[in-house]
């Protein structure tokens, strides 16, 4: 194994820390798991090797030995308390955050956060929330995509380092043109959604996919990174439309040539995928998340194996995905640490790396592509 471990991570992404931490065993137990199944919520989330090996390592770091004695240690400290033990026992160096989720109000607030962690925090905006606010707030489609080119034209000077997208939740990654008349008809749709409910939730296709590609030429002129949500999520993602390889037609359009993509969650189970296009487009990266997907040692082991034989190092980029418990970020840091260190470890010892080579790689997957593609201070 190569040793990674006083190399100080930078989450290429995750989410917020929620400001209130206290949590029966019932809502913490949910906090591991995806699934909307009020059993698999309440039993199946504790049934899994990711979940106990959480469980082993917080009763070791607590010095205490049950669940019940965890949560416990746990709920005697508050968020800031929390953020600051774990991030920092962690070395978490930096965060690239998805402000989209959990809503802002919900959310540690930034200089809390930033103060208690000592990590820097790069912001990106969400833009299917971002979309979905804009098309409550104008009645005319005309005036939504004037307002949706204000808003991602200046993105970068807003703070923002980048943005996300979850259309894989909404409609797939397979994102198509579409004429100015179906994206009104859709635009006119998700209006009438927003009357009969007072809400919107953008699944009409041709809305979402123009709007997205406005956000894609403000990204590509701006050198804007753009994350997009792949492979495993709750039951809102249907699978079987949320490969990676549904993204070509974007990776194909020269025009966005300058707009990083950031294939999420290693992909999983599509990491074979992802890394196959982080080898053959110039803009494609593959993030490795090691929070969630809730996996075991042995598969997150194998996710890296397979990014690592194909993709170039520089491609590749560490992350929790870690949300509104700190527990995850911490965890997902030292697993990451070591399933990146083994499997370098593994190429060493097939002679296909120096231990020199192995160890810059393993920087540069921890810590240095992420500072370079979201400008970032280099996290020592």
Known sequence: MIDLSDVAVIDNHCHAVDAKQKRNAATWREAFTESHDPQLRAEGATDTAYYRRLIHAMATFYHVRTEGEVLEARDAQSAEQLVGTLFRDAEIGGVVIDTGYPAPEKAMDVAAFTAASGSEYAALLR???????????????????????????????????????????????????????????????????????????????????????????????????????????????????????????????PAYRSMPVVLLHGCWPYTREGAYLAAVYGNAYLDLSYGIPFLSVGEMTAMTRAAVAVAPFGKLMYSSDGTSIPELHWMAAHDGRRAIGTVLGELVADRELNRNEARLAGERILRDNAARLYGLARAL
């Open 127 to 253: 833009l299917e929330v971002t979309f979905q606010r804009l098309v409550a707030q104008h009645d005319s489609y005309d005036d939504l995509i004037d307002a949706t080119r204000d808003v991602v034209e200046d993105a970068r000077s807003d703070g923002f380092a980048g943005f996300k997208s979850i259309v894989a939740y909404r409609t797939g990654l397979a994102i198509e043109r579409w004429s100015n008349e179906a994206a009104k008809t859709a635009f006119t749709r998700a209006r009438a959604d927003l009357a009969a409910t007072g809400t919107v939730r953008l699944g009409h296709k041709p809305l979402l996919d123009t709007l997205l590609h406005l956000a894609f030429e403000a990204a590509a002129e701006q050198e804007l990174p753009v994350q997009f949500h792949v492979g495993y999520g709750d039951t809102d993602v249907d699978l079987r439309k949320a490969s990676p390889l549904e993204l070509r037609s974007v990776l194909d359009e």
